[in-house]
């Protein structure tokens, strides 16, 4: 582990652990949803949510898409009532951040049928925790695809008998329209 | 009809949010249900969400609370509803930080991980790689390294995923997968290479001779997702930058031949390495115009990556950033706070007042 210790102007980390933490805030700033990957940093819930109103405080009226906040680079992306979030080492390559961003903001989206909304999103909780889950794995990007990842949280099998993906097709049908 | 849907509807939003106000105790004592038969699915899952939902709210669960409320979750592994278990998986996930005794599932989790159904089998492995210790790991590794190679991408991602965490606490058990980490890196799935590729690095950490060996061969036959040739850069540039001689020449021209990707991320990845690592300003010059390109795009993280990039650079050697003065003055005033201060402080740094004065 060299490289971790080197400061400013080094080369990137040769790691999979990219992700630091997720996360998906309200109007208000609360939390909704949020995951943090790595121990050594907001290791308990109430630095965790002291960050999260510091980053909403500073995020929330203008939309600028990135931000250097404590050591953390954090890209994100708002619509209505719904705050998106994805945080890294300000040592990171801030465009594969950003495409785990897109993938999270696009399958909430799938899911939602297009309904960024926190009342929709409340309403379909559980899919989009499942999402989270499929789209990083302690910090590890499993998945960056939003259509896979949407086929693998959305399936809700007592409106549909098993192994007929009827659901998932809908959504994919209203995906590409 | 549609109207008194409507009604109800704004009824219920009038109430908020079924997550509204949760109290801890009364869910606890809905996991209750989870021992009814038959299991009723929806009524199950929407319970398991506020567990898992209050939990994710910084709520504490005693050790006490967690462990009834895990074993509880087990009842619900007789129902066969796909979107329950994956349900009862992230439950077990999250309690099983607290709760006592958690390996009783283990046996339901590698039923799941080696059944029929593709999308127990992935979320099954990573339940399962997640409450194993590195004694139970023997038992599961014959399972193990099927999945690594397993032909649906999900499984075989969710095994490298989870070796990859295990190789922390049991390192050498999982060196013993490489050769089936090996077979997975040429999946022509994206992410199924880009996680075997990141076992195989971690395996050989300590090792240069291997190290160079699998980046030689891999810079010759570049791999398809942009992720693994991300981290296929970061390995080359780490490996030129502890050999300065002549022998690193292949894998800078790998570098340098990746800020010709159309990927941004794999163009920005080369930039920023060949700015880390290369002296002369003639050198520098293919990946400064890139990151000079960067710091025009209408996207802010192309901007501030362009900038941060240039600014780092401009400590080392201001004269190679001269060409992008213009492109920085005009970030001065940038929309973005975090590029605008970059761009400020880069400009001061490389003395040119004139344009500061601008």
């Not at chain 1, 500073?58 to 009532?81: F, P, Q, W």
């Not at chain 2, 199950?44 to 709520?59: A, M, P, R, T, V």
């Not at chain 2, 059944?115 to 038992?139: F, H, N, P, V």
């Not at chain 2, 990151?291 to 400590?315: E, I, P, V």
Request: charged share 25%; proline share 3%.
């Amino acid at each position: 582990m060299v490289y971790t210790g080197t400061m400013e102007g080094s080369l990137f980390e040769p790691t999979l652990y990219i992700v630091k933490g997720m996360c998906i805030l309200d109007s208000d700033g609360n939390r909704i949803l949020a995951k943090y990957y790595d121990k050594n940093i907001m290791p308990s819930a109430k630095e965790q949510k002291a960050f999260e109103k510091n980053l909403f405080n500073k995020t929330h009226r203008a939309n600028a898409e990135i931000i250097m906040l404590d050591g953390l680079t954090c890209v994100y992306k708002s619509n209505v009532d719904l705050f998106f979030y994805v945080m890294g080492s300000s040592h990171e390559n801030e465009l594969i951040l950003q495409s785990v961003l897109n993938a999270l903001y696009e399958s909430v989206s799938i899911l939602l049928r297009r309904n960024v909304e926190k009342r929709v999103l409340m309403e379909n909780l559980d899919s989009v925790m499942l999402a989270f889950d499929e789209i990083c794995d302690g910090g590890v990007i499993l998945d960056s695809d939003p259509t896979s990842i949407v086929g693998r949280a959305a399936l809700r099998t007592d409106d549909v008998p098993l192994g007929e993906q009827t659901v998932v097709q809908e959504i994919l049908d209203a995906l590409s329209k | 009809m549609s109207s008194f849907k409507r009604d109800k509807k704004e009824e219920e939003d009038s109430g908020g949010s079924p997550y509204a106000n949760l109290d801890k105790t009364i869910v606890l004592q809905e996991a209750r249900y989870f021992n009814e038969t038959p299991v009723n699915p929806r009524k199950c899952s929407h319970i398991l969400s506020k567990i898992l939902f209050l939990l994710n709210q910084g709520e504490k669960f005693t050790t006490q609370e967690a462990t009834d409320a895990f074993f509880a979750t087990t009842k619900l592994f007789q129902s066969k509803d796909v979107m329950l278990r994956r349900m009862v998986y992230l439950c077990i996930k999250e309690l099983s930080q607290i709760a006592q005794d958690v390996i009783i599932v283990t046996s339901s989790l590698t039923k799941d991980m080696t059944g029929k159904e593709d999308l127990y089998r992935a979320a099954a492995i990573r339940a399962l790689c997640s409450i194993t210790d590195s004694t139970m790991l023997q038992a599961i590794e014959r399972y193990m390294k099927q999945a690594i190679v397993d032909k649906n991408p999900a499984v075989s991602s969710a095994a490298l995923v989870s070796a990859l965490h295990l190789s922390s606490t049991a390192p050498d058990l999982v060196r013993r997968w490489a050769n089936e980490a090996q077979e997975a890196l040429n999946s022509d799935n994206a992410m199924v290479s880009y996680h075997a590729l990141g076992i195989l690095a971690s395996t050989r950490k300590n090792d240069k001779l291997s190290t160079v060996k699998l980046v030689t061969r891999l810079a010759k036959s570049p791999l398809k997702s942009p992720y693994a040739l991300c981290l296929l850069i970061r390995l080359a540039a780490q490996l030129v930058e502890n050999d300065d001689s002549d022998a690193a020449q292949p894998y800078i021209e790998f570098i340098e031949c990746c800020l010709r990707h159309k990927s941004e991320m794999v163009i920005y990845e080369a930039a920023h390495a060949i700015v880390n690592l290369r002296k002369s300003a003639r050198d520098l010059a293919p990946a400064v115009s890139v990151l000079q390109l960067f710091c025009g795009s209408s996207k802010a993280t192309l901007r501030l990556a362009g900038a941060r990039t240039l600014a780092r650079l401009t400590a080392k050697q201001p004269t190679a950033v001269a060409a992008c003065t213009v492109d920085l003055e005009n970030l001065i005033s940038d929309p973005n706070r975090s590029v605008a201060t970059l761009a400020v402080t880069t400009l001061l740094a490389t003395g040119a007042e004139s344009s500061v004065d601008r």
